[in-house]
């Protein structure tokens, strides 16, 4: 079992620019989280995807978008890019009323 | 609104010491507490998840205790290694199907 993986793990992009960051559940999960880490902070919500739709949403502009696959797979997509939008972006998985499993993250740096 | 604290947020300890970090939440009604290590630039480990109906969960050399009605949890390490230094996070979950909500996490240094 590869366990939760995303990509890229590292990306530099241009202010205003748009960024897609991808990532696969562990085997079994049907539940994909996304979370932002800024330096130094705990782990803040994003949005969560179960049956291909959006169920839960953080405290984040629409600038952030997600979609799930069929096969449980998502997509974090970052429109405008600001400065402040320079984090460590995680995904996690897990099945219904499970444990949480993340990935190793993607670094993003806004320049 | 659900808030996470974790004290203290940075701890150094000589190697081989027992220790305990703390997590307390304001909203009891949780579902779910889940405590993670996460190394520099890295990814989050989960450690130990404890259900709202239990009292506490072992692996190894970590034990979770979780007091719902007093909003705390504690992450107890037996006999530190330089090798647990890390970053420690707790989460919690307002239901099922709910996202976690994380405390900033206490900084472990375990000195040889």
């Known amino acids: 079992d590869a366990g939760v993986t995303q990509s890229p793990t590292h990306l530099i992009k241009t202010r205003g620019q748009q960024v897609t960051l991808r990532c696969s559940p562990k085997?079994?999960?049907?539940?994909v989280s996304w979370y932002q880490q800024a330096l130094g902070q705990g782990p803040q919500f994003i949005f969560q995807?179960?049956?291909?739709?959006?169920?839960q949403r953080g405290n984040f502009p629409d600038r952030f978008s997600g979609h799930q696959f069929p096969n449980y797979s998502s997509e974090l997509n970052v429109n405008a890019l600001l400065l402040g939008d320079s984090a460590l972006y995680l995904c996690a998985s897990r099945k219904t009323r499970g444990e949480a499993f993340f990935g190793q993250g993607t670094r993003l740096t806004v320049v | 609104k659900q808030e996470v604290t974790q004290i203290p947020a940075a701890l150094s300890v000589p190697e081989g010491e027992n220790l305990v970090l703390n997590c307390s939440f304001t909203d009891s009604a949780i579902y779910n507490l889940q405590w993670f290590r996460q190394d520099p630039g890295k990814g989050l480990t989960s450690l130990l998840l404890?259900?709202?109906?239990?009292r506490e969960q072992t692996s190894g050399r970590l034990n979770a205790s979780l007091d719902k009605s007093s909003g705390r949890s504690t992450l107890y390490i037996a006999a530190s290694q330089p090798g647990d230094s890390a970053t420690y996070l707790c989460?919690?979950?307002?239901?099922?199907?709910?996202?976690?909500?994380f405390g900033k996490g206490t900084k472990l240094s375990v000195k040889p």
């Open positions: 085997s079994g999960h049907d539940t």
């Open positions: 989460a919690v979950t307002g239901g099922s199907q709910g996202n976690l909500i």
């Open positions: 404890i259900q709202s109906s239990q």
């Open positions: 995807y179960y049956e291909e739709e959006e169920r």
